[in-house]
């Protein structure tokens, strides 16, 4: 009966380590149908076009600018990061994009499989999770 137990126990250890989280704080009604996007070059350039597509996709214009411009550019603007890491696939590890209304906070969405380990969740395709991300972080249209 113990050594069951152990076995039980060391699996459930186990498992807890292949975790993949996920966690967004959703923009409130905005009043521009504008998002300025500052873009990252330490960032893979689809990761900027498929933000774009998902946002267009809810009515949003996109406009991107310079990474060293000011937050202030646009009464709505968004940095994101993005990394990726080898695991018999290459596959989206990290993910975290912020949105600011007039320079405060206004959202925010982050994704991290970096401890997802056996989790085969991991080899989510990262344009699909990207889009998914944005569902929730804008979770109406443009003007809604």
């Known amino acids: 009966m113990m050594s069951r137990l152990a076995c039980a126990s060391l ?57 060293g411009a000011p937050l202030l550019s646009c009464p709505v603007t968004s940095t994101y990061t993005a990394n990726w890491r080898w695991d018999m696939a290459m596959y989206m590890a990290y993910a975290e994009i912020i949105v600011y209304k007039n320079g405060n906070t206004a959202g925010q969405a982050t994704y991290d499989a970096t401890r997802g380990g056996g989790n085969m969740g991991k080899f ?20 809604s």
């Open 11 to 67: 699996a459930l250890f186990a498992l807890s380590g292949c975790a993949i989280h996920q966690n967004v704080k959703p923009v409130a009604r905005l009043d521009s149908k504008t998002v300025c996007i500052f873009q990252n070059g330490n960032v893979r350039a689809t990761f900027l076009d498929a933000y774009e597509r998902a946002l267009s996709n809810k009515g949003y214009e996109v406009r991107r600018l310079e990474s």
């Open 124 to 143: 989510i395709g990262a344009e699909k999770k990207i889009t998914e991300l944005v569902d929730q972080l804008f979770p109406g249209t443009a003007g």
